[in-house]
């Protein structure tokens, strides 16, 4: 029912930025939840930033003060401004999506490279 894609990926240099970019599509329930998850090869996917319904926000101890997300609820968009990336940044990041009316949805995903 909700599609999801993500976009914005690619290769940076360490220290760089770059801003990732995510929409929903197909639902118009109005009280959602949008974040961003990351996964390396052989390793679990893990939280990077959420932003729920509320307004909050939430990060991964290893990005706060460097990552920001955001949102724009009219276009069901949420955003990851990311700053000072370090190779250890480099994975694959997913959206996610997530509302009590339609259920829990995945994008399929944009690689960040952080390489010298």
């Known amino acids: 029912q909700v599609q999801v894609v993500e976009s914005g990926g690619g290769w940076v240099r360490p220290g760089g930025s770059l801003r990732l970019s995510c929409a929903a599509s197909?639902?118009?329930?109005?009280?959602?939840?949008m974040g961003w998850y990351r996964q390396v090869p052989g390793k679990r996917r893990e939280l990077v930033a959420v932003?729920?319904?509320?307004?909050?926000?939430h990060y991964a101890d290893s990005v706060k003060g460097r990552f920001t997300v955001s949102r724009e609820n009219a276009k069901k968009m949420v955003f990851l401004q990311m700053n000072s990336l370090k190779p250890e940044d480099t994975a694959t990041y997913y959206c996610?999506?997530?509302?009590?009316?339609?259920?829990?949805?995945w994008g399929q995903g944009t690689q960040v490279t952080v390489s010298s």
């Open positions: 932003m729920p319904s509320d307004g909050t926000t």
């Open positions: 197909g639902s118009d329930f109005e009280i959602f939840d």
């Open positions: 996610n999506y997530y509302s009590d009316f339609d259920g829990s949805y």
